[in-house]
């Protein structure tokens, strides 16, 4: 990295969030951690610094317009104009089809798709300035097609699409933009899964890992990997791309 640059992280309170924030502070960078309560980020912020690193707890609703604006320029003035950006925020709300709500799909667009969109909005300009830029957006192994996820799998599928098209407008700017699609990553999310199944989450994972060709489950390291590389200078040629992170290929 030639110079000190700055990244956000939406959904960084714990998680995969949590770990590509703590990540990107190790590679050098500051990190504004995003989450729906700030206090939730305390965590993540306190491993940061604790490891000499620097960061910044962000309290904000991703789907809402003014509170992204809020957001995004308290970090550039704390922290430096963000250059980098990894859409990571998500809910769960899933039904099948004839039991899903309305509320429950919009909730689940908003804060992916809608929370996306505003997000890459907001930091683009500073990335268009500095003539440098990544994102990295949070897709899934579901944008293929998933029981019981409707609305899940319709926004990860739109976020590849979104990512493409970023790609396309952005990369005239040094900017690149990038999917990773997660397989079965062994998180807090995962764990309401299996709840929804009435299945213990020893039982799920076990399972999941026989159905993966490394025999294992992911953990939120794997996709923080994935993501430092994807953000560093050295990937400014890899643009527009689905990386299924899932421990064997996807379709």
């Known amino acids: 990295m030639t110079e000190k640059r700055t990244a956000i992280v939406t959904g960084a309170a714990r998680g995969i969030g949590a770990a590509i924030a703590k990540r990107l502070a190790n590679d050098g960078y500051a990190v504004g951690v995003i989450d729906l309560d700030a206090a939730a980020c305390t965590t993540t912020v306190e491993a940061i610094t604790a490891a000499g690193g620097k960061a910044l707890a ?32 998500g ?12 509320d429950d799909w919009d909730a689940v667009m908003g804060v992916h798709l809608r ?17 440098f830029g990544r994102i990295v957006n949070l897709s899934s192994t579901s944008a293929l097609g998933n029981r019981g996820q409707a609305n899940y799998a319709a926004a990860k599928a739109g976020m590849q699409g979104f990512t493409k098209t970023l790609a396309i ?8 933009a990038n999917a990773i699609a997660p397989g079965f990553i062994q998180t807090d999310m995962t764990a309401a899964t299996a709840e929804r199944m009435k299945v213990p989450f020893a ?24 993501t430092s590389f994807l953000v560093s200078e050295g990937a400014g040629f890899v643009s527009g791309q689905v990386i299924y992170v899932a421990g064997g290929p996807k379709d």
């Open 115 to 131: 929370g996306a969109f505003l997000m890459s909005k907001a930091c683009q300009k500073h990335m268009v300035e500095s003539k």
């Open 203 to 226: 039982d799920f994972i076990k399972f999941s890992a026989e159905q993966i060709p490394v025999a294992r489950v992911g953990q939120p390291e794997d996709i923080a990997h994935t």
């Open 91 to 102: 809910i769960l709300r899933d039904n099948l089809l004839f039991k899903m709500s309305v």
């Open 169 to 176: 407008e952005l990369g005239k700017f040094g900017i690149t």
């Open 58 to 89: 962000v309290g904000a609703d991703v789907s809402d317009a003014e509170q992204v604006t809020a957001a995004v320029d308290r970090i550039a003035s704390e922290l430096g104009a963000p250059t980098i950006l990894i859409n990571n925020a």
